[in-house]
């Protein structure tokens, strides 16, 4: 079973966070008053926990990169990088430890 967990924290009123099982997608848009890295959090634990789900139980994050609120961007990056870590799951496709060489000109 594919569990995907899908972050976006571009937008600087809302929160969206998806959980896709198997293709079939649930989104949970937020746009609380407080701040995203106290209400994204939150969010995830919520959307787990409406499917049954552990975050162990999850097999790839997706985060949105940008464009969007930079302060916003890094809180979605720093969340899908802490769950990587730890779960030991790709984000964005991506294994722990694989990052790109800048090429420099």
Known sequence: MRNLLIIDTSDNKTIKIALEIDGRKEIVISDS??????????????????????PEDLSEIKVNK?????????VGISIANTFSHFLKIPVNGRKIGEIEEPVYN
């Open 33 to 54: 008053k407080k701040l995203k890295s106290q209400t994204c959090l939150i969010t995830i634990k919520q959307i787990l926990e409406k499917k049954n789900l552990k």
């Open 66 to 74: 940008g464009p969007g609120s930079f302060t916003g961007l890094r």
